[in-house]
């Protein structure tokens, strides 16, 4: 043959093979978009994961429940999943949890058991309520210590308001607004001295009067927000540890202050388990051509339980697995393998995706890109390079082939600075990963959601949910399909503008492997 023509017909294979490949590529985005629009689970995931299975604390059968549900549902849609067990922890359920007060009156009070609380029993523990003692300083609080025996003790500030700021911003005068805060931050500060005088840190100071003898302790965290605490745990290990609503907390104080002498009775019914493994879940989709090169969707598993963990991370849960569920069904042959991972404990420092860095050097090494989601239940609108040299050469590329109605709200920031912390992605990237956290817009997540009791089915956003699952499995697809590995080059750091020192890289550290549970 010719060479001219050899070189012609050589350069017509060639485009017509370029042509195929982008209609082809064309066609999966297109799929991939149909099904997550058309076809959405989202829905019917989101019941069952916080309906049917609920809050998801470590340590507890609910979060085990959790992992055999994924498991389960990943099985059903044809794919490959296990747990995986990465520690232990201190087994805990909560029961059944009733407040009341008795005296001056009898009303039922909006409050909960705090994480890992110890039980009343089903008889519950009756007795008076009153405020922390107010001492003249640690020596002073020591002597009154034996005011809190037989007592539940109140050790939270009392807020002058249930309204949030916003609300006053709206209504009031600005002068009612400014003097509202002018005493809230002079109450804030009493209060702050009034336990700086017992010489006890806020964690110490519930073991202390658990030593006196108190019946109980009682807080409120409030977030900011209408009708909304924060929920963590207890510190205690033989009285219960309740949190109490703002509006029911500063009744109690209220009544304790006047000499009342209100009265409460705690039934709180949870059971300690004793030792329990815990876990993370681990699905994929084998890659044809590099099955040992690694896209990896990321999302904490577990929550807090003050309620169903919906926007914390239910959220960033259920579009990891409806990425995959579609990524399954349109692009079933991937070129290089798709993992999810679902982490356990996240809550308590990261220790799920801890562990998994620590344990699977070789998925990690040869990691082409992880995507992690978690705060809250909006579409994404942020995404930092985390301090990759070269991050925008490969997620720019990949973004570009996004919808425009998704990625019009997006930000990006590159090359950025390494993640620290804050959800799993900094697991990865203290490792040397490309990861990059898909940071999504507020909806007042840190006052309304973010630990609290509030975070539950109804505040999710089903539409940026829907448009943070077609962002994800669009460039789950692209970073399979890329035919270059991503660059782990970094950025010569910065000096620090906060300490005016050096900036130096992340280091891996290992997941807290025995939570909760005495040497």
């Known amino acids: ?79 490959t999943a296990e747990k995986e067990q990465w520690g232990k922890w201190k087994g805990w359920e909560r029961g059944i949890t009733h407040v009341d007060m008795i005296s001056p009156r009898i009303q039922s009070l909006e409050a909960r ?32 210590l ?26 009031a005068t600005p002068e009612s607004f400014e003097k509202m ?45 209408f009708g909304v605490n924060k929920v963590f745990s207890a510190s205690t290990k033989k009285i219960p540890t309740i949190d109490v609503s703002l509006e029911d907390y500063g ?41 040992e090169e690694y896209v990896i969707l990321s999302a904490h598993f577990d929550s807090w339980d003050g309620a169903t963990g ?3 991370n239910g959220t960033g849960t259920l579009v990891m697995m409806e990425a995959l569920r579609i990524l399954k069904k349109m692009y079933p042959n991937p070129k290089r393998t798709i993992m999810v991972g679902h982490w356990g404990s996240e809550e308590q420092g990261l220790n799920g995706s801890r562990a998994f860095v620590k344990d699977h050097p070789e998925i990690v090494e040869n990691m082409q890109v992880l995507f992690n989601q978690d705060n809250g239940t909006g579409r994404v609108v942020n995404i930092s390079g985390n301090g990759f040299l070269h991050a925008y050469d490969y997620l720019g590329e990949w973004l570009y082939e996004v919808p425009e109605a998704v990625t019009t709200h997006i930000e990006t920031e590159f090359p950025g600075t390494p993640g620290r912390g804050g959800s799993d992605y900094a697991s990865f990237v203290a490792a040397g990963a490309p990861a990059f956290n898909l940071s999504s817009l507020s909806w007042d997540y840190w006052n309304y959601t973010w630990h609290t009791n509030r975070d539950t089915y109804d505040k999710i956003v089903f ?28 950025i010569n750091l910065p000096v620090s503008r906060r300490s005016g020192e050096q900036m130096t890289w992340p280091e891996p550290r290992d997941a807290q492997r025995a939570g909760m549970l005495e040497d």
């Open 251 to 291: 009744m109690l104080y209220r009544l304790a202050e006047y000499g009342d002498k209100p009265t409460i009775k705690v039934v709180a019914e949870s059971k300690e388990l004793g030792e329990v493994p815990t876990f993370n879940t681990i699905a994929k989709i084998e890659g044809t051509e590099k099955p």
């Open 113 to 144: 058991q705090l994480a890992w609380s110890p039980s009343t029993g089903k008889n519950g523990v009756t007795a008076e309520v009153i405020i922390i003692p107010e001492a003249a300083d640690s020596s002073d609080f020591a002597s009154k």
């Open 1 to 79: 043959m010719n060479k001219n023509l050899l070189v012609a017909a050589l350069l017509l294979f060639l485009n017509v093979s370029l042509s195929l490949a982008q209609d082809a590529k064309k066609e999966t985005i297109e799929n991939i978009i149909q099904e997550a629009e058309k076809n959405s689970q989202l829905e019917k995931l989101a019941h069952e994961l916080l309906d049917v299975v609920g809050p998801r604390l470590v340590g507890t059968p609910q979060m085990n429940n959790a992992h055999d549900w994924a498991v389960k549902k990943y099985q059903d849609w044809g794919i």
């Open 181 to 225: 805060k002018k005493d809230r931050d002079s109450l804030e500060k009493q209060w702050d001295a009034r336990l700086e005088k017992t010489g006890l840190g806020y964690r110490d100071l519930p073991a202390a009067l658990e030593k006196a003898g108190a019946a109980g302790i009682v807080t409120s965290r409030w977030s900011r927000g």
């Open 146 to 171: 034996q005011q809190v025996k037989g007592k539940f003790v109140m050790i939270s500030m009392p807020q002058p308001t249930g309204r949030p700021d916003d609300n006053w911003e709206e209504w």
């Open 463 to 490: 539409d940026d949910v829907r448009n943070n699952v077609i962002l994800t499995a669009i460039l789950a697809y692209m970073a399979s399909e890329d035919p270059e590995r991503t660059s782990r080059e970094k």
């Open 310 to 312: 919906a926007t914390d």
